[in-house]
């Protein structure tokens, strides 16, 4: 089962624009991460979120965490194309080993 | 690239048969983990191996089964194979007991059962 639910499912934008797209997520975790995947290939690591961090910036990213509401965001901004993608959040509940539970993920289309 | 790689690419089987998927982790990590990603789905965690031993199993049949070597690469293997097997398979490599939590994905083996 998934653990995580993003929303939207799907998203399409306009090159320059910002996109947003949210995770919820039931029990509690250890961290949250976000993973890019092209076309179906491996995921690609984002950007890891601790349960004691609020927000976290990589370069155009910007990630929060509510873990009162059990919810993070993504927030990508000034889109390009390139950024056409899948984006999933994934959670870890801690313990021994760090096995990460995912959501289904948002497809983003960035328009030319 | 993460240095986390996977064999083969792609692969057809038929129902019943049994399949060994390989995973070569990033050098210096101790840890591999295996997820089943179906069409327009996320991923599923399957298993994890740390030292040489599985350290955690997800919602799958005893039929998934898999090892992990002294260099830390792992295999999966999946016997009497359904159709609902067909998906894109991920190996994941990290380092338990490093200061970062980060896993590192290779590119995925597609297995399409007919």
């Known amino acids: 089962s998934q653990q995580g639910e993003e929303d939207p499912q799907a998203l399409s934008i306009q090159e320059g624009e910002n996109a947003t797209m949210n995770c919820s997520y039931k029990t509690s975790i250890n961290n949250l991460q976000w993973y890019r995947q092209n076309s179906g290939r491996g995921l690609v690591h984002l950007i890891l979120i601790r349960s004691n961090e609020r927000e976290k910036h990589s370069g155009r990213l910007r990630v929060t965490l509510d873990t009162s509401k059990k919810s993070s965001s993504l927030l990508i901004t000034a889109s390009r194309a390139a950024d056409t993608a899948s984006y999933f959040c994934?959670?870890?509940?801690?313990?021994?080993?760090?096995?990460?539970?995912f959501g289904g993920g948002t497809r983003v289309l960035v328009k030319p | 690239e993460t240095g986390v790689t996977q064999s083969p690419t792609h692969l057809i089987k038929t129902r019943g048969q049994q399949v060994t998927l390989r995973c070569s982790s990033q050098?210096?990590?101790?840890?591999v983990s295996w997820y089943q990603q179906a069409l327009g789905q996320g991923p599923q965690f399957i298993f994890q191996y740390y030292r040489e031993e599985e350290n955690g199993r997800g919602n799958f049949p005893p039929r998934f089964s898999g090892l992990q070597f002294p260099n830390y690469s792992s295999e999966l293997n999946v016997n009497a194979l359904e159709l609902d097997d067909s998906a894109l398979y991920l190996c994941a490599s990290s380092l338990v007991g490093a200061s970062t939590d980060t896993q590192y994905f290779g590119p995925g083996t597609r297995l399409t059962v007919l």
């Open positions: 050098s210096g990590h101790n840890t």
């Open positions: 994934a959670t870890d509940a801690g313990a021994a080993g760090n096995k990460l539970t």
